[in-house]
């Protein structure tokens, strides 16, 4: 997997037929993309604020991308922009992604009804102090997100992390990590880039921070009844689609 991810690299950044602008503009795009500035399935910049952050012509920029859809780092949607295909060594070598690809919202959201509660419970029971102040941390994070989809939910499954890590269960906690990939490969990425508002944002932040309270105060019945009340609405987000 890793020669795959190298001779991807290799190509992208020795493309010769190119201008030498074109290049540092792939070489920047790609380092974004490669370093999860731009995570997968995230929507890139317009081809007119690209062009206005790096300096140049927004040919340039276009035919950047034209070569980046060419190696599928990218992926054009007529009316809808640029989305990143690329995924990282890192991500690529997490979990079993065919299980995930083929993960429907409904086993998504059944998955985490099974694994959240206990999670949350063993996490309320095990985490240390110095991980209670990690997510506390993580959630003062999140809250400085007020419009960017992708910054927020790469916030999120860190939080989600940390809990499950928090466990002291490393079954568990692979398992979630296993549900997070899930998450980021299929459905609910997308879902998220068309109901993720400011509004709806700032509600999802003021419920992490109750579910944080909780955390920190020990109170495993309050935590765990939390919980199961966001997965509630999880699912009235996720039928608001059919």
Request: glycine fraction near 4%; include cysteine; charged fraction near 30%.
């Given at each position: 997997m890793k020669a795959e991810i190298d001779q991807i690299?290799?190509?992208?950044?020795?493309?010769?037929?190119?201008g030498a602008t074109v290049q540092i503009v792939l070489d920047r795009l790609f380092a974004k993309i490669k370093s999860e500035e731009y995570p997968p399935?995230?929507?890139?910049?317009?081809?007119?604020?690209?062009?206005?952050?790096?300096?140049?012509?927004?040919?340039?920029?276009r035919e950047a991308l034209d070569v980046l859809e060419t190696r599928n780092v990218i992926k054009r949607r007529p009316g809808s922009g640029s989305f990143v295909t690329y995924?990282?060594?890192?991500?690529?070598?997490?979990?079993?992604?065919?299980?995930?690809?083929?993960?429907?919202?409904?086993d998504h959201l059944v998955v985490r009804g099974i694994l959240e509660p206990e999670m949350v419970r063993l996490a309320v029971i095990n985490m240390t102090p110095r991980e209670v102040r990690e997510l506390e941390q993580l959630m003062s994070k999140i809250e400085g997100v007020h419009?960017?989809?992708?910054?927020?939910?790469?916030?999120?499954?860190?939080?989600?992390?940390k809990i499950a890590e928090g466990t002291r269960n490393p079954?568990?906690?692979?398992?979630?990590?296993?549900a997070i990939e899930a998450c980021r490969l299929s459905f609910r990425t997308a879902l998220?880039?068309?109901?993720?508002?400011?509004?709806r944002i700032l509600e999802?932040?003021?419920?992490?921070?109750?579910?944080?309270?909780?955390?920190?105060?020990?109170?495993?019945?309050?935590?765990?009844?939390?919980?199961?009340?966001?997965?509630?609405?999880?699912q009235k987000l996720l039928l608001q689609e059919d």
């Amino acid at each position: 997997m890793k020669a795959e991810i190298d001779q991807i690299t290799s190509q992208i950044i020795t493309t010769h037929s190119v201008g030498a602008t074109v290049q540092i503009v792939l070489d920047r795009l790609f380092a974004k993309i490669k370093s999860e500035e731009y995570p997968p399935d995230t929507r890139l910049p317009s081809e007119r604020a690209l062009a206005s952050e790096m300096g140049v012509a927004r040919n340039t920029v276009r035919e950047a991308l034209d070569v980046l859809e060419t190696r599928n780092v990218i992926k054009r949607r007529p009316g809808s922009g640029s989305f990143v295909t690329y995924r990282s060594e890192d991500a690529l070598g997490r979990g079993d992604n065919s299980v995930a690809l083929e993960t429907s919202p409904l086993d998504h959201l059944v998955v985490r009804g099974i694994l959240e509660p206990e999670m949350v419970r063993l996490a309320v029971i095990n985490m240390t102090p110095r991980e209670v102040r990690e997510l506390e941390q993580l959630m003062s994070k999140i809250e400085g997100v007020h419009t960017d989809v992708a910054a927020f939910v790469k916030c999120e499954e860190e939080i989600y992390r940390k809990i499950a890590e928090g466990t002291r269960n490393p079954l568990l906690a692979s398992c979630y990590e296993l549900a997070i990939e899930a998450c980021r490969l299929s459905f609910r990425t997308a879902l998220l880039r068309r109901h993720l508002t400011p509004k709806r944002i700032l509600e999802y932040q003021q419920r992490y921070n109750t579910l944080f309270n909780a955390i920190a105060s020990r109170d495993v019945e309050r935590a765990v009844e939390f919980i199961k009340l966001h997965l509630i609405e999880e699912q009235k987000l996720l039928l608001q689609e059919d």
